[in-house]
């Protein structure tokens, strides 16, 4: 996963699973992120979100997720300094 710059999994009903993206540490390369309809828990987002692994983000699709006020949080914090463009 070294290399990725992009992963689209929307539409695939990860749910936790999300969390499970958080722990890769090997996705430094990973650019654009694509989780609409991905069935995420509010709580899955948000540890996605904070992890140091995603700070190379530069697009983030969570539309169609349903979350409250810890992803938007997350969101509007320091944890994705280069993201432009969020869905």
Do not use: C, K
Request: hydrophobic share 50%.
């Amino acid at each position: 996963l070294g290399r990725l710059e992009e992963l689209r999994l929307d539409g695939n009903p990860l749910g936790n699973g999300v969390a499970v993206l958080a722990s890769f540490a090997d996705v430094s390369s990973l650019r654009r992120l694509g989780l609409s309809r991905a069935e995420a828990p509010a709580r899955s987002l948000a540890e996605l979100v904070r992890a140091p692994a995603m700070q190379g983000l530069e697009a983030l699709d969570l539309s169609w997720n349903a979350f409250g006020d810890d992803v938007a949080a997350a969101l509007a914090g320091p944890a994705l300094p280069r993201l432009r463009e969020l869905h």
